[in-house]
């Protein structure tokens, strides 16, 4: 592995700088001592191997920690190992050190030195200080990961809340068609004139789905003229057992999600009985400025539970679908709070109320 010109002549800075500042210390507590160039010279000498073996030691140990264990997520656990490491090998150095420098080279009884001569003051100040600077870095480093740790996570909550959104719109076209040719089948049989009008109003609201499929959002007037083709698809099959009344005197700019409001009309047809005698009134419009809503009065067919439980995932999306995507939409636009963003759905056991928010 090569080493840059810039890492080394920042190993350099850094060695100069701490033994600089070791020299500094030593000069402060040598009290009355004499001060010559040749005390100087070993002042210096020793600083430099005191202070950057605990600098560059210490930073070592730390690239060793972090790569050992990069799989720890609690990032205060990953703070606890560092600093045990930092305390054990300033420990460790700063007697290895003071034992070669004392014992081997000047000759001292080293534990003589220690406890008669109180080199354990020397010992212990350099421990502190040690220990002050490597914390202080030890500290601006983990806030450093752990700023890039929660900004990948921001990206992968991101990145993952987008697929399933992409998932969500992929489900709305299966949706929309599995229902649509099972109105078509039942049509073709009873009443075929009806069945070939169904076909050609089939062909452009399936337009607008295609040509929507890869937005977030859409006016809610275009929105609404799709309803509007929709229920006129579904009049055809039902005539006058289904009433839908639309108002919406002003929508300004405000935007649904695609296709939402048609499939809350498609869930309230599919999960309703319909017919002369009894009926389905659905109505649509606004509400305090900030929600739509679409009612429509309860009349449950009696096998819609064993319906839902026989038919597929794929086929129960309408309302968890809706609810889903406007999860999506509030996360990504941090309004996670705002109740006024949420989907907000009732049952009073005599109307089915669902209210979508106006972005």
Known sequence: MTISKHKILTHIRDLILITVISFLIALFFSGGQQISWAWAGWAMLYSFLIGGSLWKGNELVGYLVEKKFTEIKNPGRFLRIEIAALVLFSIADIFLINYIWFGLIWGEN??????????????VIQFIVAFIIGLIFYVMEFFRVWKEYLKQEEEFKREKLL??????????????????????????????????????????????ILEQKD??????????????????????????????????????DRQVIPNSIQMLVENAIKHNVITKEQPLTIKIFLEGGHHLVVKNNLQKKKSIRADEE???????IGLNNIKARYEYLTDKNFLVND?????????????????????
């Open 163 to 208: 697929l399933q959104y992409e998932a969500l719109k992929s489900q709305v076209n299966p949706h929309f068609l599995f229902n649509s040719l099972n109105t078509l089948s039942s049509l073709i049989f009873s009443d075929q004139d009806k069945a070939d009008q169904f076909v050609r109003k089939l062909s452009s609201t399936y337009r607008y």
């Open 339 to 359: 109740p006024e963003n949420d989907v907000i759905i009732e049952d009073d056991r005599k109307h089915f109320i669902v209210k979508l928010p106006l972005i």
């Open 110 to 123: 080293f534990p003589d030195f220690i406890v008669h001569q109180k080199g354990w003051v020397i010992l």
């Open 310 to 316: 026989q038919k597929p995932d794929w086929v129960k």
């Open 215 to 252: 937005k977030e959002l859409v006016s809610l007037r275009k929105e609404m003229d799709f309803v509007r083709d929709y229920v006129s698809l579904q009049k055809i099959r039902f005539e006058d057992s289904l009433k839908v009344n639309i108002d919406l005197r002003n929508p300004n």
